[in-house]
C-alpha cells in the first residue's frame, strides 16, 4: 500500500541554520504530496503542498519539490528561526481522493 | 468561521467506560476523518466519511464507532475504553479525502 517515510528526528538546529528534512514517497500513480506543521498544544496545518511532478511548494520560506523520479519531497528552508520550532509531517494523497497518509513525523528544535 | 471544533480537550476514562468525542466543521466539507496520534507513529487513520450517511474504516478501526447524520457532525465514539486507546484524536474535514485537511485542535484521552 501507500506509505510516507521521513527522516527520524528530533533535528536541533541554531537560529539562521539551514534546514533540510527529508521525505519519500510509496504510491501507485500520481499522489499528492504536502507538508503540515504541527505547533505545540495545537492541530496540524497545512504548510505547502504540490499536485504533480516537478511542482514546488513553497510557503512561509519553506520550500519542496515533488520529485517523481526520486519519490521524494523534501522540505527545506534557507534561515530557520525559533519560531520554526515544531512537528513537520510529510503526507500523500491515495489516487482515490479518499484518504490522507502521513509519515512519522520529524521534530524540529531551533535554537537561539 | 469557527472552522473544525472539537470537544473536550482532554478527557480521563476508567477502563470499561464509554464516551463520545464530538467534533463539528462549518466549512461544508463532505469528507470528515478522525486520527490518533500516538509518539513516533504519526497520524493513523481510525475512520473517515465522505459524505453524510457514509462511512468507513480506516488503518485502526476497532474499538471505536462513527456516524455521519449530517453534514457538519462527526462524532466518534468508544465502545468500552481501554488503556491502548490513550492518545491524541484529531478531527479533521476537506472537500475530498485527496485535498488540503484542515484539522481541530485535538482531545487528549487518558484511559486508566
Known amino acids: 500500500g501507500d506509505s510516507v517515510t521521513q527522516m527520524e528526528g528530533p533535528v536541533t538546529l541554531s537560529e539562521e541554520a539551514f534546514l533540510t528534512i527529508n521525505c519519500t514517497y510509496t504510491?501507485?500513480?500520481?499522489?499528492?504530496l504536502f507538508w503540515y506543521v504541527q505547533y505545540p498544544g495545537e492541530g496540524l496545518q497545512l504548510l505547502l503542498k504540490a499536485t504533480k511532478a516537478d511542482d514546488k511548494g513553497s510557503n512561509k520560506g519553506f520550500e519542496a519539490t515533488y520529485r517523481k523520479e526520486t519519490t521524494s519531497f523534501h522540505l527545506e528552508k534557507g534561515s530557520v528561526q525559533v519560531s520554526d520550532s515544531a512537528v513537520y509531517f510529510c503526507a500523500l494523497s491515495d489516487v482515490g481522493g479518499f484518504k490522507t497518509i502521513f509519515g512519522a513525523g520529524t521534530r524540529l528544535f531551533v535554537k537561539a | 468561521n469557527a472552522g473544525v471544533t472539537q470537544t473536550p480537550k482532554f478527557q480521563v476514562l476508567k477502563t470499561g467506560q464509554s464516551m463520545t468525542l464530538q467534533c463539528a466543521q462549518d466549512?461544508?466539507?463532505?469528507?470528515m476523518s478522525w486520527y490518533r496520534q500516538d509518539p513516533g507513529m504519526g497520524l493513523r487513520l481510525i475512520h473517515y466519511?465522505?459524505?453524510?450517511?457514509?462511512?468507513d474504516q480506516g488503518e485502526v478501526p476497532n474499538g471505536y464507532n462513527v456516524s455521519r447524520s449530517t453534514t457538519e457532525d462527526f462524532p466518534l465514539r468508544l465502545l468500552s475504553a481501554a488503556p491502548s486507546q490513550t492518545s491524541v484524536y484529531f478531527c479533521?474535514?476537506?472537500?475530498?479525502?485527496?485535498?488540503?485537511?484542515?484539522f481541530g485542535p485535538g482531545t487528549r484521552l487518558l484511559v486508566l
Open positions: 466549512m461544508n466539507h463532505e469528507y
Open positions: 479533521a474535514s476537506s472537500y475530498n479525502g485527496g485535498e488540503t485537511q484542515y
Open positions: 504510491a501507485t500513480g500520481y499522489p499528492s
Open positions: 466519511s465522505v459524505g453524510a450517511g457514509i462511512t
